[in-house]
């Protein structure tokens, strides 16, 4: 009985201790322009493999170990990679991205035409 008691205890103890020091932020991503919540945004940790994406309403929950100041770098296909300071643990952070600028260049390449009066 005496070994069982100790196992569950020792069993508490690290889970206790391996949740110890996590850090959760969360919030929601808009389109910069249109104000828009955005889906499948990759949100992660800068140097680490820690990253969540956001939901079907742009909103993200992202658990850590780091401790603070950290980088958060966020991108989704189509807009700029934005990086984000967090210097404390927040929720209900609002961040905001905006769409690459495209540049498309246009060729027009007229071809003589021979004029003809009637």
């Given amino acids: 009985m005496k070994t069982i008691f100790t196992a569950v ?3 508490i103890s690290i889970s206790l201790w391996s ?5 959760q932020l969360s919030g929601r991503i808009k389109d910069k ?12 940790i800068k140097g680490t493999t820690e990253a969540s ?3 079907v309403n742009g909103n993200f929950i992202l658990k850590t170990t780091n ?7 966020v991108s989704l296909i189509g807009y700029d990679k934005e990086e984000f300071i967090i210097e404390t643990e927040k929720s209900n952070i609002n961040l905001e991205i905006k769409q690459q600028s495209v540049l498309v260049m246009r060729l027009l390449y ?7 009066i009637f």
């Fill in 19 to 23: 949740q110890s020091g996590r850090i």
């Fill in 67 to 73: 401790s603070f100041p950290f980088t958060i770098v």
């Fill in 53 to 55: 994406q956001t939901d």
């Fill in 33 to 44: 322009t249109t104000g828009e919540s955005l889906v499948g945004v990759t949100i992660y």
């Fill in 110 to 116: 007229l071809l003589p035409v021979s004029q003809k």
């Fill in 9 to 11: 205890l020792l069993s």
